[in-house]
Structure formats: structure tokens, C-alpha cells
């Protein structure tokens, strides 16, 4: 709901040590004391937080001079600053062409939806059929809960009697059709010509009905609570409608994108909005900091589904998250330590009791982002937002919410954890305390006030510097005693101390955010062969949110309405560069290219808020460019375009050596077709150092088709099978780097494309909605050391950054074992006594949950899930007859198998990502592992070496595929080395740790 470094040696940059000094215990941690009311701590010299939560009355009278709706726009989105009267500094907000169907996502032609026709002026007007448009930032409550949305509409013109409908919908999504029964629908209103009402929620039956007079139009105003009391007022002619939401609704969404559309059974029938005087589309308040670029992320928490396994937390993410990208979390202990799963219904999202908000309604827990907020080019900052509520209910006591940003891609959200960069604790007296890394400072108290706005700014780099907002008061500004990462993992946290204590997170933004979010196609819409000119960006929405169309020299933009806000990418070489004769692949530079571009800016006028980024010249030094000419077309380009996001992309050879990056360049790429992820990783790895800003973020172009001429070393030998292959590994390599943003897939030739290459199109498919729809997915390895000398597990994320210790098991020769003993979540940790043949394993990394023996002195201890059961039992491996036993009741043997020869380690995986652990081997002498992809039959892989003399075998799914895969741990270097799937390319590699500890890998972060 939307209402208005102490790192101690904790890994970083190569240091290879890890200091596992023990962490104090107990939930409540140090409070410092109290700074004075009043000054800010610091210097004063930290960045200003980004604005992200501007909103505004919207009014659009439709008043345009009716020569103005021409062929190709017709008129939907010309004049709107005119129109709608934006303040100063500000542009009016543009409508989207939707299909306003229940069959198609393709809005109809242009002329079906226009504005100000001749025939109905300063109207507008829909008519054809079915049809609806978007407005391009979505309807707000008020600080008092409610929202308004006024127009008035002529379902029929020269029509009283008929049952054709002029509709309003409200939908969280901004991927609606606009259809007033859809799925995605929270509440539709049609208006039909006879004067007939009926409102309706996700279906087709409406939940009221009402009626007035019939007449030839009707002035409607729908006002929205999204308080407890679920009211709905109606009123229609001067006629009101007191309407009570439907029984599945618990509050109203603070957030909802806005539909108007129209139903005529003939295509000689129009529907208009408007008076024609005047009275347009009123919406009483929108969120125009939502849309305003590619880049934030807004989670509204409204309107998820609760009564879920995970209680709403990753539900609806894309429809409650009003932002072009989207991303999911995981619950968190919220404790300093080993990580814990916190018990279920500890977190929730829009529960019955708290609606519309994150709620922690069982003392202390917490959330983490799960992609991090990461510093842009413009600012070399970002800017993290929340609203927290410490205890609901109460302006009293030192229980805290805590909003915290961490070096640690897998940290327990603890505020006060030594992964910490930056966290706030806010109590619900208003006391404030800034911590970093562990370290507590007392920050000035702000007025109690229930809930508080806050805000950090974090500029990264050699800039170091902070600011925090609380309520508008600035209670911190200046460099930090921590280093503040450029990727930092946002988390959210609640401690209290008495039972039936609630504290609540509402409306969280993120200036930016680093790690895949971003998928498309280039090439969606081409003037030349084969796409001639067709947007065929309807064929892939469901799985796309960002696409680049070509315009090579067609002079047309109409292409623009249909693109959602901040959704759309353009190519820039007509106003550029000079035409080329067909026989020549090289670049001149256009002498008018400045004035080109600030005249194209012109042109798009209020569709610029559909383009997310502009390109540079593709490829450009390939096509002759030099790095001076790039430079300036890189400064032409941003000053035409200066809130867009600037993408350069390179060909493979250019990505090999040092080419020129200007840094305005906000994402760079390079393409490489069909040649596998042995070739990308390391022109990747290359071109991260030449980079000329550190805040550049990197981009991918994954071929889409063996389609002869399409894509190099694509044809004539690759298969549909290899190039779906080949995308996997695309997906695989971003979820390694969270630099990478931007997976765009060259290209998309048309309706025909699943037919041609059917595998290739349903791994980009299931790829592409993981992105847009943010969807959990396997997480990663993390890594970690047990120490014998003093019988300590320590843990990392897996980006190496450790994230806490604690000792178990009595050290001796006890061998550690980490497992999900009782279900599925977080691994937790246990030991093997070797002499007894005993283990102990815990669920709570402190207390001994299971004691039991299984095999005999001289066993090698496994663990594993055999069969599948979604919980980690025991087995080991008898190196007298190298044969495994396996458990599936930490009782008997379930499975027995030979396999390996004398001398050789055992190893255990789900080799597959079938959710089932099998058996391996590693033979030391030579290097070589062989994976059996069963525990009751011999089915060896052909063996893969990997590895140096001396190197401990380990395995992992290093990058979370869903399958783990063989590496090592060298001792020499305590360093972690995992290797893709069936091969010997190192796609993972962290030093962790101090001579002479024991390497871990789970499932902590």
C-alpha cells in the first residue's frame, strides 16, 4: 500500500582469511547511547536521496485541435502537456493501447482508440470494437486511504437502449488487457448505454449490480477506501452507490493501474470519454515515481495472496510490484549467527490482520531482497525507501523495525551482523540507532509518529559517503566507517519483546537494482526483411519487458503507444549517422546529429516516458567509428535523452581487447553467437576491466534461432537443442554476476519462430517469466569451514562474504555435515563421531536435535536426500569394499551400491535436478570425478578431471541451475572452485577461510 564497515577479516577482495570471533548471543542487541535531538551525525556531506515516491492530481480534459488526430497516433498521445496541465518541471503522463480483450495481448489497430475526432472533439473516443487504453502511472491513495477517478462516458453515441459498455478497470498489473472480467482485475466498472451498472473482481459474474436513468452520457466518479471498512462509492449522474468490496477482498489496493475501454458488438458504434468541455479523466492522486524509469524497484505488498506456503511473500510479485522489474525475497532469521529458516508465518504479505503490507507478527525475523540495489552512472549512488512501522499500535518502547543493506548476497538480515554495511534500527519511540558493520552509533531521536518514512542513500566507490532520512529529517550525512558495496542486498527486520507485537514494512523502493532483470528482444520490430515493420512484441509479452525496435529509416513512432512505460528500447542511427549504400558495412557520422536527436526527442514528445534506453550505433567500432566519434555520439545521444539509459553494445573481438567504453554508457555488451559459455565467461571477465566506469552494467545477447543468415556460427550446425542449451548457459552466467542486467535475444522473426526452433523458444520462455515475474528459484551454494581447533562453523553467502559462526559438536575428529534434516529451507549443521559411528545433527545450529549411529568406525559420513522427500538423511561410504549405504530413515539402509575402486573419495550430488541425491566418485590420483545418476544401478558419466594434486573434492549448484556440479577446495589457498555441468570450465571461484579448516557448501544464503 502506497500513502504518499568493521569487517574484521571477513572475506573481501581477495583476502583469503576468515575470522570467526564469536558473535554475542540473544536477540536484543546493544543499544548505543543516546545521541543529542537535533544535529545530524556526519559532516553533512553524503548524497541526496533519490525521489521516489512523487505523486500527483492527474486531470487530462482531451482538448486538442481535432487536425491534430491524423494517421499514425491519432491523436491518444499528442498535446498532453497541453492537456493535462503538468507542473512545472514535469510532463504530462502518456496511455498505453492495449487489446482490451479477453483472447489477445495485440491492441488493435491505431485508429481504434483516438482523441479529439472531428466528429467528437476533445473527446476520446474508441470505436471498432473492443479496445482499451492504459494510463501510464497508476491511481494512489491519499494519506486518508482513498482515491478518486472521475469521467464521463457515452457508452453508445445517439444510443440509449443498448447493453455495448464503456468500462473503468483497475488492475495491480500493468500487463493487463484492460478487460474488465480478466483475472488481473481488482475492480472493473462498465457503463452501459440503457444506464445499467455492474462493478466486478477477477470473474465474469459482477459482485453488484445497480441502474439509473437512461441518458445520453454519464458522469461517473468511482472514490476507493482502502481502509478497513472496503467501501466503494459510485456515483453516476449525481446519483450515489454505497458498495461494500466482496467477501475475498480484506482492503482495497493502495495501487492500481487504470483502464478505460470499450465493448460495441458493431463496428458502427462509438464510445467516448470526456464531456467535450473539459471534464476528461480525473484520478485524484498517481504515482508518477513508479514509471519514471527503467530503473527503481516499488513493492506496493497489496493485494498478494496470503494463504500460501510461503504466506504471500513471493505472490503476485509483478502485479503488486507497479515497476518494469521485479524481484523476490527470502525469509530470514533476522539473528546475528549461522543462517536459520524462522519459523513459518513469521513474515507475511497481506495478511487478513495486516493487509496490503510485510508483516512480522512473531518477534524477530526478516526479509532479504534476493537481487541487490546497486549504484547507476549518473550518481554513482543508490537510494533505498520504507515505510516502517516498529509496533503497530504503539508509539512507545525500544522495539525496533530495521532496514539494513548488506556486502553479503545471502546474510541473515541481521541489523547488527558484521555483513552490514549501513542499518538502520527504528524504535517505536523514534530512537534511532545507525549500525555498521556491528558497530552501533546513536543517531538524534525523531518525534514518535507510529510509522516512519525512511530513506538511505549510499554513494559507493572512493566516495564512501551516507545519508539517512527519517520522517524528512535528516538524521545522518557524511563518509562511513564501513565500505558501502555497489551491490548491496537490501533487508527488513522486526524485533519485539512481547508476544502479539506486530511490526509492518510498507511501500519499499529501490532507486536501481543490480542482477538479471531486464529480458528481451532485439530486433522486435524492423522496417526491413522479414519483419517489415510489425510489432511483434504482443507474440512474447508474457515472458519479455524490455524490447528494442529498430528504425533504420522509417520516419514512424506510432510504435510507441503500445509500449508500456519505461519499457521500450530504440535504435538512434537515423538521426546519427549518415545512410549507407547497401554493398557497405561501414559508419559515417551524421554532421546533424545533435540537432537530429534533441528534434526526435521533440517528436516522441509525451512517449518518452515509454523508452527505457536508447542505443549507441551497434557495434560501432566494427563499423568503423572511432573511439573519438563514439564519444560524441555517446554525448549527443545523452544530451537529447538525459533520463534514459544508455546501451552500447560490441562484437566479440572488441569485447576481447580494450575498446573504448565512454562513460555515459549505462549497459554494455557484446555478442558471440553459438559458441557456449567457454567463450563468453571470459571476454565477460575481460570486459569488466575496461570498463570506464565501475557502476556500467553489463548485458548479454543470447541467440534465438539457427535460422540460416540470422546469427554467426549459428548454422549450418548447431540444433534447436544447442541453442536452447546455449541459453540456459546465458541465464546461468548472469545469476553468477549481479552486474549482468540484461539478457536481450537476437532476434525475433515472427509468429512462426515456435514452430521453427520449438526448444529454443520454451527455454527463453521459461527463462524470460522467471525474470519478468521475479520467481524464486534455486539458490545458489554458499560455502563455508568448520574449524577443528576450536570445533567452529563458519559461513559465507555465495559471494564469499561471511555471515556468521557458532560452535557444535565438540570438536575432536568429529567430521561436520550440513543437511535440511527436518523439510525443506535452510541447511543447518550436525557432525559424525568416526569412532563411534555416530551422528549428531541440529536444527538450530546450537542444540544436539538427533543422536543416532549409522555404519561403522572407519565409515565415511554422507549426506543426502535419496529419494526425493524433501529432507536430508544420512548414509556412508565403507571404503574397506567401496560401497555406499544410504539411508532414508537414519535407521536402515535403503540403498547399497558399489562403485569407485580402492583409495578413491566418495562425493554425493543431484547430479540431474531431479530433487533427488545420487552417488560419485573422485579419484586423487588423477583428478577425475564420475557421477552415477542413480543409487541403485551403475550409471556412470563419463569421467570429468578437474582439480589439482592435493585438492579436496566438494560439489554445488554453483549457480543456481537446480543441479549441483563437481569443484574443489585447495588447502594451499583456501579457495572454493566449482565447475559447470559436465565439464571442466570454472564458473565459481571464493577463498574462504584459514589454513587447515574443513570446506562446507549448503544451502545459508
Given at each position: 500500500?502506497?500513502?504518499?564497515?568493521?569487517?574484521?577479516?571477513?572475506?573481501l577482495?581477495?583476502?583469503?582469511?576468515?575470522?570467526?570471533?564469536?558473535?554475542?548471543?540473544?536477540l536484543?542487541?546493544?543499544?548505543?547511547a543516546?545521541?543529542?535531538?537535533?544535529?545530524?551525525v556526519?559532516?553533512?556531506?553524503?548524497?541526496?536521496?533519490?525521489?521516489l515516491?512523487s505523486?500527483r492530481?492527474?486531470a487530462?480534459?482531451?482538448?486538442l485541435?481535432p487536425?491534430?488526430?491524423?494517421?499514425p497516433?491519432?491523436?491518444l498521445n499528442?498535446?498532453?502537456?497541453?492537456?493535462q496541465?503538468?507542473?512545472?518541471g514535469?510532463?504530462?503522463i502518456?496511455?498505453?493501447?492495449?487489446s482490451g480483450?479477453w483472447?489477445?495481448?495485440?491492441?488493435?489497430?491505431?485508429?481504434?482508440?483516438?482523441?479529439?475526432?472531428?466528429n467528437?472533439?476533445?473527446?476520446?473516443?474508441?470505436a471498432?470494437?473492443?479496445?482499451a487504453v492504459?494510463l501510464?502511472?497508476?491511481?494512489?491513495?491519499?494519506?486518508?486511504?482513498?482515491?478518486?477517478?472521475?469521467t464521463?462516458?457515452?457508452?453508445?453515441?445517439g444510443?440509449?437502449?443498448?447493453?455495448?459498455?464503456?468500462?473503468?478497470?483497475l488492475?495491480r498489473?500493468?500487463?493487463?488487457?484492460?478487460?474488465?472480467?480478466?483475472?488481473?482485475?481488482?475492480?472493473?466498472?462498465t457503463?452501459?448505454s440503457g444506464?445499467?451498472?455492474?462493478?466486478?473482481h477477477?470473474?465474469e459474474?459482477?459482485?453488484?449490480?445497480?441502474r439509473?436513468?437512461?441518458?445520453?452520457?454519464?458522469?461517473?466518479?468511482?472514490?476507493v477506501?482502502?481502509g478497513?471498512d472496503r467501501?466503494?462509492?459510485?456515483t453516476?449522474?449525481?446519483?450515489?452507490?454505497?458498495?461494500s468490496a466482496p467477501?475475498?477482498?480484506t482492503?482495497?489496493?493502495g495501487?492500481?493501474?487504470?483502464?478505460l475501454g470499450?465493448?460495441?458488438?458493431?463496428?458502427d458504434?462509438?464510445t467516448?470519454?470526456?464531456?467535450?468541455a473539459?471534464?476528461?479523466l480525473?484520478?485524484?492522486?498517481?504515482?508518477?515515481?513508479a514509471?519514471?524509469?527503467?530503473?527503481?524497484?516499488?513493492?506496493t505488498?497489496?493485494?498478494?495472496?496470503?494463504?500460501?506456503?510461503?504466506?504471500?511473500?513471493?505472490q503476485?510479485?509483478?502485479a503488486?510490484?507497479p515497476?518494469?522489474?521485479?524481484?523476490?525475497?527470502?525469509?530470514v532469521?533476522?539473528?546475528?549467527?549461522?543462517?536459520?529458516t524462522p519459523p513459518?508465518g513469521?513474515?507475511q504479505?497481506?495478511?487478513p490482520?495486516?493487509?496490503?503490507?510485510l508483516?512480522?507478527?512473531?518477534g524477530?525475523?526478516?526479509?532479504?531482497?534476493?537481487?541487490?540495489?546497486?549504484s547507476?552512472?549518473?550518481?554513482g549512488?543508490?537510494?533505498?525507501h520504507?515505510?516502517?512501522?516498529?509496533?503497530?499500535?504503539?508509539?512507545s518502547?525500544q522495539?525496533?523495525?530495521s532496514l539494513a543493506v548488506?556486502?553479503?548476497?545471502?546474510?541473515?538480515?541481521a541489523?547488527?551482523?558484521?555483513?552490514v554495511?549501513?542499518?538502520?534500527?527504528?524504535?517505536a519511540?523514534?530512537g534511532?540507532?545507525?549500525?555498521?558493520?556491528?558497530?552501533?552509533t546513536?543517531?538524534p531521536?525523531?518525534?514518535?509518529?507510529?510509522?516512519y518514512?525512511?530513506?538511505?542513500?549510499?554513494?559507493t566507490?572512493?566516495?564512501?559517503?551516507?545519508?539517512?532520512?527519517?520522517?524528512g529529517?535528516?538524521?545522518?550525512?557524511?563518509r562511513?566507517?564501513?565500505?558501502?558495496?555497489?551491490?548491496?542486498?537490501?533487508?527488513?527486520?522486526?524485533?519485539?519483546?512481547?508476544?502479539?507485537?506486530?511490526?509492518?514494512?510498507?511501500?519499499?523502493?529501490?532507486?536501481m537494482?543490480?542482477?538479471?532483470g531486464?529480458?528481451g528482444?532485439?530486433?522486435?520490430?524492423?522496417?526491413?526483411?522479414?519483419?517489415?515493420?510489425?510489432?511483434?512484441a504482443?507474440?512474447?509479452?508474457?515472458?519479455?519487458?524490455?524490447?528494442?525496435?529498430?528504425?533504420?529509416?522509417?520516419?514512424?513512432l506510432d510504435?510507441?503507444?503500445?509500449?508500456?512505460?519505461s519499457?521500450?528500447?530504440?535504435?538512434l542511427?537515423?538521426?546519427?549517422?549518415?545512410?549507407?549504400?547497401?554493398?557497405?558495412?561501414?559508419?559515417?557520422?551524421?554532421?546533424?546529429?545533435?540537432?537530429?536527436l534533441?528534434?526526435?526527442a521533440?517528436r516522441?514528445?509525451p512517449n518518452?516516458d515509454?523508452?527505457?534506453a536508447?542505443?549507441?550505433?551497434d557495434?560501432?567500432?566494427?563499423?568503423?567509428?572511432?573511439?573519438?566519434?563514439?564519444?560524441?555520439?555517446?554525448?549527443?545521444i545523452?544530451?537529447?535523452?538525459?533520463?534514459?539509459?544508455?546501451?552500447?553494445?560490441?562484437?566479440?573481438?572488441?569485447?576481447?581487447?580494450?575498446a573504448?567504453i565512454?562513460?555515459v554508457?549505462?549497459?554494455?555488451?557484446?555478442?558471440?553467437?553459438?559458441?557456449?559459455?567457454g567463450?563468453?565467461?571470459?571476454r565477460?571477465?575481460?570486459?569488466?576491466?575496461?570498463?570506464?566506469?565501475?557502476?556500467?552494467?553489463l548485458m548479454?545477447?543470447?541467440?534465438s534461432t539457427?535460422?540460416?543468415?540470422v546469427?554467426d556460427?549459428?548454422y549450418?550446425?548447431r540444433t534447436?537443442?544447442?541453442?536452447?542449451?546455449?541459453?540456459a548457459?546465458?541465464?546461468?552466467?548472469?545469476?553468477q554476476?549481479?552486474?549482468?542486467?540484461?539478457?536481450?535475444?537476437?532476434?525475433?522473426l515472427g509468429?512462426d519462430?515456435?514452430?521453427?526452433?520449438?526448444?529454443?523458444?520454451?527455454?527463453?520462455?521459461?527463462?524470460?517469466?522467471?525474470?519478468v515475474?521475479?520467481?524464486?528459484g534455486p539458490?545458489?551454494?554458499?560455502?563455508?569451514?568448520?574449524?577443528?581447533a576450536?570445533?567452529s562453523?563458519?559461513?559465507?553467502?555465495?559471494?564469499?562474504?561471511?555471515?556468521?559462526?557458532?560452535?557444535f559438536?565438540?570438536?575432536?575428529?568429529?567430521?561436520?555435515?550440513?543437511?535440511?534434516?527436518?523439510?525443506?529451507?535452510?541447511?543447518?549443521?550436525?557432525?559424525?563421531h568416526?569412532?563411534t559411528?555416530?551422528?549428531?545433527?541440529?536444527?538450530?545450529?546450537?542444540?544436539?536435535?538427533?543422536?543416532?549411529p549409522?555404519?561403522?568406525?572407519g565409515?565415511i559420513?554422507?549426506?543426502?536426500?535419496?529419494?526425493?522427500?524433501g529432507?536430508?538423511?544420512?548414509?556412508?561410504?565403507?571404503p574397506?569394499?567401496?560401497?555406499f549405504?544410504?539411508?532414508?530413515?537414519?535407521?536402515?539402509?535403503?540403498?547399497?551400491?558399489?562403485?569407485?575402486n580402492a583409495?578413491?573419495?566418495?562425493?554425493?550430488?543431484?547430479w540431474?535436478?531431479?530433487?533427488?541425491?545420487?552417488?560419485?566418485v573422485?579419484d586423487?590420483?588423477?583428478?577425475?570425478?564420475?557421477?552415477?545418476?542413480?543409487?541403485?544401478?551403475?550409471?556412470?558419466?563419463?569421467g570429468?578431471?578437474?582439480?589439482?594434486p592435493g585438492?579436496?573434492?566438494?560439489?554445488?549448484?554453483?549457480?543456481?541451475t537446480?543441479?549441483?556440479?563437481i569443484?574443489?577446495?585447495?588447502?594451499?589457498?583456501?579457495?572454493?572452485?566449482?565447475a559447470?555441468?559436465?565439464?571442466?570450465?570454472?564458473i565459481?571461484?571464493?577463498?574462504?577461510g584459514?589454513?587447515?579448516?574443513?570446506?562446507?557448501?549448503?544451502?545459508?544464503?
Amino acid at each position: 500500500m502506497i500513502l504518499t564497515q568493521r569487517l574484521g577479516r571477513g572475506l573481501l577482495a581477495g583476502a583469503s582469511a576468515l575470522a570467526l570471533a564469536l558473535l554475542p548471543a540473544g536477540l536484543a542487541p546493544t543499544t548505543a547511547a543516546a545521541a543529542p535531538v537535533g544535529a545530524p551525525v556526519g559532516d553533512g556531506s553524503g548524497p541526496v536521496p533519490a525521489d521516489l515516491g512523487s505523486t500527483r492530481a492527474f486531470a487530462d480534459t482531451f482538448q486538442l485541435d481535432p487536425a491534430q488526430d491524423t494517421d499514425p497516433m491519432y491523436g491518444l498521445n499528442v498535446g498532453i502537456d497541453a492537456r493535462q496541465s503538468p507542473p512545472a518541471g514535469q510532463h504530462g503522463i502518456s496511455y498505453t493501447r492495449v487489446s482490451g480483450r479477453w483472447d489477445t495481448t495485440a491492441a488493435p489497430a491505431q485508429w481504434f482508440v483516438q482523441t479529439s475526432h472531428p466528429n467528437h472533439p476533445n473527446k476520446l473516443l474508441f470505436a471498432k470494437g473492443v479496445s482499451a487504453v492504459m494510463l501510464g502511472a497508476p491511481a494512489v491513495a491519499d494519506a486518508t486511504g482513498h482515491y478518486t477517478v472521475s469521467t464521463v462516458i457515452d457508452p453508445v453515441v445517439g444510443d440509449t437502449v443498448s447493453k455495448d459498455w464503456g468500462s473503468i478497470v483497475l488492475s495491480r498489473s500493468h500487463r493487463s488487457t484492460g478487460y474488465v472480467t480478466g483475472g488481473d482485475v481488482d475492480l472493473g466498472l462498465t457503463v452501459t448505454s440503457g444506464g445499467e451498472l455492474a462493478l466486478f473482481h477477477g470473474g465474469e459474474t459482477p459482485f453488484w449490480t445497480g441502474r439509473v436513468a437512461p441518458t445520453a452520457q454519464y458522469a461517473v466518479s468511482l472514490a476507493v477506501s482502502t481502509g478497513a471498512d472496503r467501501a466503494l462509492t459510485l456515483t453516476v449522474n449525481g446519483t450515489p452507490f454505497t458498495v461494500s468490496a466482496p467477501a475475498g477482498v480484506t482492503r482495497w489496493p493502495g495501487s492500481e493501474f487504470l483502464y478505460l475501454g470499450a465493448y460495441l458488438s458493431t463496428e458502427d458504434r462509438v464510445t467516448t470519454f470526456g464531456d467535450g468541455a473539459g471534464h476528461g479523466l480525473n484520478v485524484s492522486r498517481v504515482d508518477t515515481g513508479a514509471i519514471r524509469s527503467a530503473k527503481p524497484l516499488v513493492d506496493t505488498f497489496d493485494g498478494a495472496p496470503n494463504a500460501t506456503a510461503d504466506s504471500g511473500l513471493n505472490q503476485d510479485l509483478s502485479a503488486r510490484q507497479p515497476s518494469l522489474i521485479s524481484a523476490d525475497y527470502t525469509a530470514v532469521s533476522g539473528v546475528r549467527g549461522l543462517a536459520l529458516t524462522p519459523p513459518a508465518g513469521s513474515v507475511q504479505v497481506n495478511s487478513p490482520a495486516n493487509p496490503n503490507v510485510l508483516s512480522f507478527p512473531k518477534g524477530t525475523a526478516a526479509v532479504r531482497l534476493n537481487k541487490p540495489a546497486t549504484s547507476d552512472v549518473p550518481t554513482g549512488a543508490y537510494t533505498v525507501h520504507a515505510a516502517l512501522t516498529p509496533v503497530v499500535g504503539s508509539t512507545s518502547g525500544q522495539d525496533w523495525a530495521s532496514l539494513a543493506v548488506s556486502n553479503a548476497s545471502g546474510g541473515t538480515g541481521a541489523v547488527d551482523a558484521e555483513d552490514v554495511a549501513l542499518g538502520l534500527r527504528v524504535q517505536a519511540d523514534g530512537g534511532l540507532t545507525l549500525l555498521q558493520g556491528g558497530t552501533p552509533t546513536a543517531l538524534p531521536a525523531v518525534p514518535a509518529a507510529g510509522s516512519y518514512e525512511v530513506s538511505v542513500a549510499l554513494a559507493t566507490g572512493d566516495k564512501q559517503r551516507a545519508t539517512v532520512t527519517v520522517n524528512g529529517a535528516t538524521v545522518f550525512s557524511g563518509r562511513t566507517a564501513a565500505q558501502l558495496p555497489r551491490d548491496g542486498y537490501v533487508s527488513l527486520g522486526a524485533h519485539h519483546s512481547a508476544a502479539g507485537q506486530v511490526t509492518t514494512v510498507d511501500d519499499l523502493r529501490v532507486s536501481m537494482l543490480g542482477g538479471l532483470g531486464y529480458y528481451g528482444y532485439f530486433d522486435i520490430r524492423d522496417p526491413n526483411d522479414p519483419n517489415f515493420s510489425v510489432n511483434h512484441a504482443p507474440e512474447v509479452a508474457s515472458w519479455t519487458n524490455l524490447n528494442t525496435y529498430l528504425r533504420d529509416r522509417d520516419p514512424r513512432l506510432d510504435f510507441l503507444d503500445q509500449c508500456l512505460p519505461s519499457s521500450c528500447v530504440i535504435d538512434l542511427n537515423q538521426e546519427t549517422v549518415l545512410p549507407r549504400p547497401d554493398d557497405s558495412w561501414r559508419f559515417d557520422p551524421n554532421p546533424s546529429a545533435a540537432q537530429n536527436l534533441l528534434d526526435l526527442a521533440k517528436r516522441i514528445g509525451p512517449n518518452l516516458d515509454k523508452i527505457a534506453a536508447v542505443d549507441l550505433s551497434d557495434e560501432a567500432y566494427s563499423h568503423g567509428l572511432s573511439p573519438a566519434q563514439v564519444q560524441t555520439q555517446a554525448a549527443q545521444i545523452k544530451a537529447a535523452f538525459p533520463d534514459k539509459m544508455l546501451i552500447m553494445s560490441l562484437d566479440h573481438w572488441n569485447a576481447e581487447q580494450t575498446a573504448p567504453i565512454p562513460s555515459v554508457v549505462d549497459i554494455v555488451g557484446f555478442d558471440y553467437y553459438c559458441v557456449g559459455r567457454g567463450e563468453i565467461q571470459p571476454r565477460l571477465a575481460n570486459l569488466k576491466t575496461f570498463l570506464s566506469s565501475p557502476d556500467q552494467h553489463l548485458m548479454l545477447f543470447p541467440e534465438s534461432t539457427n535460422q540460416e543468415k540470422v546469427a554467426d556460427n549459428c548454422y549450418p550446425d548447431r540444433t534447436d537443442a544447442d541453442v536452447a542449451a546455449f541459453n540456459a548457459e546465458y541465464r546461468a552466467i548472469a545469476a553468477q554476476d549481479p552486474r549482468v542486467v540484461y539478457l536481450q535475444n537476437f532476434r525475433w522473426l515472427g509468429p512462426d519462430q515456435p514452430t521453427k526452433v520449438p526448444l529454443t523458444v520454451a527455454a527463453q520462455q521459461r527463462i524470460g517469466r522467471a525474470v519478468v515475474n521475479a520467481t524464486p528459484g534455486p539458490a545458489p551454494a554458499s560455502v563455508g569451514v568448520y574449524r577443528k581447533a576450536d570445533a567452529s562453523f563458519g559461513e559465507a553467502a555465495h559471494n564469499g562474504w561471511f555471515t556468521g559462526r557458532t560452535v557444535f559438536g565438540g570438536g575432536g575428529n568429529a567430521v561436520p555435515l550440513t543437511g535440511h534434516w527436518n523439510g525443506p529451507g535452510t541447511d543447518t549443521i550436525g557432525v559424525y563421531h568416526p569412532e563411534t559411528a555416530t551422528f549428531q545433527l541440529s536444527n538450530d545450529n546450537a542444540t544436539v536435535a538427533a543422536t543416532f549411529p549409522f555404519g561403522v568406525p572407519g565409515d565415511i559420513p554422507l549426506v543426502g536426500d535419496w529419494s526425493g522427500q524433501g529432507r536430508t538423511t544420512v548414509g556412508v561410504y565403507r571404503p574397506g569394499d567401496q560401497t555406499f549405504y544410504l539411508s532414508d530413515d537414519n535407521s536402515t539402509v535403503k540403498y547399497r551400491i558399489p562403485l569407485g575402486n580402492a583409495g578413491w573419495k566418495p562425493l554425493v550430488g543431484d547430479w540431474d535436478g531431479n530433487g533427488t541425491t545420487t552417488v560419485g566418485v573422485y579419484d586423487p590420483d588423477t583428478q577425475v570425478f564420475y557421477l552415477n545418476d542413480s543409487n541403485q544401478t551403475e550409471h556412470v558419466r563419463p569421467g570429468i578431471k578437474f582439480g589439482n594434486p592435493g585438492d579436496i573434492p566438494i560439489k554445488g549448484d554453483w549457480d543456481g541451475t537446480g543441479k549441483e556440479s563437481i569443484g574443489v577446495y585447495r588447502p594451499g589457498d583456501q579457495g572454493f572452485y566449482g565447475a559447470a555441468e559436465n565439464s571442466d570450465l570454472v564458473i565459481y571461484s571464493k577463498k574462504f577461510g584459514n589454513a587447515g579448516d574443513v570446506p562446507l557448501v549448503g544451502n545459508w544464503g
